[in-house]
């Protein structure tokens, strides 16, 4: 694992993200879902009304990171599992390196 950077919430990082809060929800309750829900029912007559929604942009930003950071994780240890395993312990294996240059396309050589 890598040390943690933060990065700096920028206006053009909000600006992108007041775009993605006004995107159709998708077909799950995820955080982004719901931050753009509470993103939408603010409305103009809310008490400081400019904190909750640049509070709710930086969430919806944060959120996409952190998803794109756990995927490419996991993406990571799905490519670096490999299990071992003995070829006398499994019944059905094959052993496919002594085929005395037979094409086994031929059918059952048994």
């Given at each position: 694992?890598?040390e943690?950077?933060?990065?700096?919430?920028?206006?053009e990082?909000?600006?992108?993200?007041?775009?993605?809060?006004?995107?159709?929800?998708?077909?799950k309750?995820?955080?982004?879902?719901?931050?753009?829900?509470?993103?939408?029912?603010?409305?103009e007559?809310?008490?400081?009304l400019?904190?909750?929604?640049?509070?709710?942009?930086?969430?919806?930003?944060?959120?996409?990171?952190?998803?794109?950071?756990?995927?490419?994780?996991?993406?990571?240890?799905?490519?670096?599992?490999?299990?071992?395993?003995?070829?006398?312990?499994?019944?059905?294996?094959?052993?496919?390196?002594?085929?005395?240059?037979?094409?086994?396309?031929?059918?059952?050589?048994?």
């Amino acid at each position: 694992m890598s040390e943690y950077k933060p990065k700096p919430f920028t206006k053009e990082i909000a600006e992108q993200m007041r775009k993605e809060m006004n995107l159709p929800f998708d077909e799950k309750r995820t955080l982004c879902n719901v931050l753009k829900q509470a993103y939408r029912c603010s409305n103009e007559e809310s008490y400081n009304l400019a904190a909750v929604q640049a509070l709710l942009l930086e969430s919806l930003w944060m959120g996409q990171r952190m998803h794109a950071k756990l995927y490419d994780e996991q993406q990571q240890q799905f490519k670096n599992e490999h299990i071992e395993q003995d070829k006398d312990e499994d019944p059905f294996g094959v052993d496919w390196s002594n085929l005395d240059g037979r094409n086994v396309a031929q059918g059952n050589w048994d």
